[in-house]
């Protein structure tokens, strides 16, 4: 068995030995069922839900607010990065503010911005955006940082024009870091939108957690729960297995 | 004379102000207090018990669950990171969970521990775990192994070897590590008493929102930022020593 082999198998066993753990002591009683439903019955829970329809709008809602903050915040973070990577005062300005901007609880402003948007989709789209462009704006300053400089030279010697510079040499070769940051951008998106529908919202899944938790439907809740969480697992760790491709494919050239 | 960055400095304190100011324009008393009022009310608040009472709430949960995260992030990451094939393993793992809305889990850190701090703290804690464990762990893989080589050559018990080299080896990193930490598992805390609690200052701010004290609202707001903001430049100083 190879070494990726093995570490595939242990991560799998790990997941299956922990889920089967949880199973039992939910099962033998040693976890009260009011504080926890065995996670087979969680499953049965999000297939139901799914299946009756119950949440599709619930998701279609906050998916289609957690793309719109995610395109927003990695155009306006891209731009941002790009603007700051050419102008080096307005980047050493910025610079502290970057650093620490990730040190304010961004969620803070959320009650402000149910304030000045309204209890609609904006507010949360706003948040998604105020968490998630950032990260981008980082990643992107990042991924131009480390664009060596002779490849900007070879554009000059071909006499590229600016926006072929850019697609077929700088982009390309600041992909890494703008992956890291698109990773980041979403996973915060999806946090942000999520946390909103949380406390303060009239609909969307996280509200539908919130709610279900409120009117004590553990099964509605444990269902949604799960249905987030694997979510959230499966996309990054399709983003993440591109990232590896993208790597390995740069150490081999 | 004043240097350019000093200059700068002030130029993006002011956009920042404007910035404040014009969405004070355009949202209007409503919604947010204007930079001068917040100030005025802010050192007002500083000046009421009814503050610090909820201030020493939230910190009385945050420093519990920072120093939980901080110990447990350290200590996992040392034991992970010296091991190849387990860091391998739970890296990825790490990394996901880093990445799921962790908000969604509040109801059964509700369920398990009860109203109060416990679950404040509990909450906190897998905020700020994680990154700590993932910095930590990066930081002693990239220890260059002839250090754990000559531990071993002096004879060092694990505990020796922990304590004496690999920690003083990783330090910048976990500094590092501890700052994101910081701020997540602050995160972490007002997230909580966002949603299920009686005090704190997560509470006064959403509060603030149910009784239309929008004062109230802006000014704490502000006093977290400036909380955090100067914590992260504490932290950030000691990291570039």
Known sequence: MSRRAAIQCTRIAIAIIGVGLLEALCRSGIINERTMIPPSEMAGAMIGLLASGEITGDIARTFSTVALAFVIAVALGFATGAVLHEFRRARRAADPLLASYYAVPVFVFYPLLVALFGLNILPLVAIG????????????????DRVPRVLRKVARAHRLGAARTLFLVVLPAAMPGLLGGLKLALAYAFIGVIAGEFILSSGGLGYGIAFAYDSFDNRGMYGRMLFVLLVAIVANGILAAWETRLLHRRTRA | MIGTRTLDALVVGVVLLVVWEALFAWAGAVAITPPLATFRYAIGLLGSGFFWSNAAATMEAFAAALAIAAVGGVALGIALGLRRFASDVAEPILASLYTIPKVTLYPVMLLVFGL??????????????????????????AIPPVYVRAARAMRLTPWQTAVRVLAPAALPEIVGGLR?????????????????????????????????????????????IVFAVAANGALLMLDRR
């Open chain 1, 129 to 144: 955006v105020l968490a998630a462009a950032p990260a981008m704006t980082i990643g992107t300053l990042t991924g131009f």
């Open chain 2, 116 to 141: 109060g701090i416990s679950a404040k703290v509990a909450f906190g804690v897998i905020h700020g775990i994680v990154p700590i464990t993932l910095t930590t762990l990066a930081a002693v893989k």
């Open chain 2, 180 to 224: 994101i930490g910081f701020s997540i598992t602050l995160l972490g805390v007002l997230i909580g008493e966002m949603f299920a609690s009686q005090r704190g200052l997560g509470f006064l701010i959403l509060n603030g929102i149910g009784s239309h004290n929008v004062p109230m609202t802006t000014a704490v707001t502000l006093l977290v």
